[in-house]
């Protein structure tokens, strides 16, 4: 059971170019959500999604895109990197309804130069 | 949400209990304590979570005063493994799919 997969696990970008993040489930959990965390903070939500087809706004959404055609996978856009933008990004999962725990996945650590 | 106060930072001895308290003094009826650890830059792992209630798991036990507005998570006999920033998030359970991360508490459990 792989849980929550990220990908890729390490990446250094030049200042305007794009990339995609991915990330897949196979607990076929409804929430998936994406998480920055800088340098010693916490971690800030960026996007979320309770469901294929539907994603929504977090903390921070500027400078991200996010679509849900499937339950699995959740992948984070970013249009044109920023240096402001170099983090380490976690995606999570969970199941639908109450009192349920989020499973995170491992991170992908981002550089933009 | 309720906002919450931890320490920044605490020590621990190898074997012994470790007491790590969360100041939730603004809660309402309707939201659950959470905890949540994070070792080392890895993904965040789910610990425990309770609404009113004392709660135990095969992982730690958590404590909440009866007025709700405080509670503590007690790791039984620390390991070097435990070394982590340990976050309390105050929640409503069924919007829980945003949580809040604070700085949390860098727990560091000594030899």
């Known amino acids: 059971n792989a849980g929550v997969t990220q990908t890729p696990k390490f990446q250094v970008l030049k200042t305007g170019q794009s990339m995609t993040l991915q990330c897949a489930q196979d607990m076929n959990h409804e929430y998936m959500s994406w998480y920055r965390q800088d340098p010693g903070m916490g971690l800030r939500l960026i996007h979320y999604?309770?469901?294929?087809?539907?994603?929504d706004q977090g903390e921070v959404p500027n400078g991200y895109n996010v679509s849900r055609s499937t339950t699995e996978d959740f992948p984070l856009r970013l249009l044109s990197a920023a240096p402001s933008q170099t983090s380490v990004y976690f995606c999570?999962?969970?199941?639908?309804?109450?009192?349920?725990?989020?499973?995170f996945g491992q991170g992908t650590r981002l550089t933009v130069v | 949400d309720a906002k919450t106060t931890q320490p920044p930072s605490m020590d621990c001895a190898e074997g012994r209990a470790a007491n790590l308290p969360c100041n939730h003094s603004t809660i309402s009826g309707n939201e659950y304590v959470y905890w949540y650890r994070q070792i080392h830059s890895q993904g965040p792992q789910y610990i425990i979570h309770?609404?009113?209630n004392n709660e135990t798991n095969e992982m730690a036990s958590l404590i909440i005063t009866e007025d709700r507005k405080s509670s503590t998570l007690i790791l039984p006999h620390a390991t070097l493994r435990d070394t982590a920033v340990y976050y309390c998030i105050v929640r409503v359970a069924i919007n829980d799919y945003k949580l809040s991360f604070g700085a949390g508490t860098t727990v560091t459990v000594r030899a």
């Open positions: 309770g609404l009113k």
């Open positions: 999570a999962s969970r199941p639908g309804g109450g009192y349920t725990e989020a499973f």
């Open positions: 999604s309770v469901g294929a087809g539907i994603t």
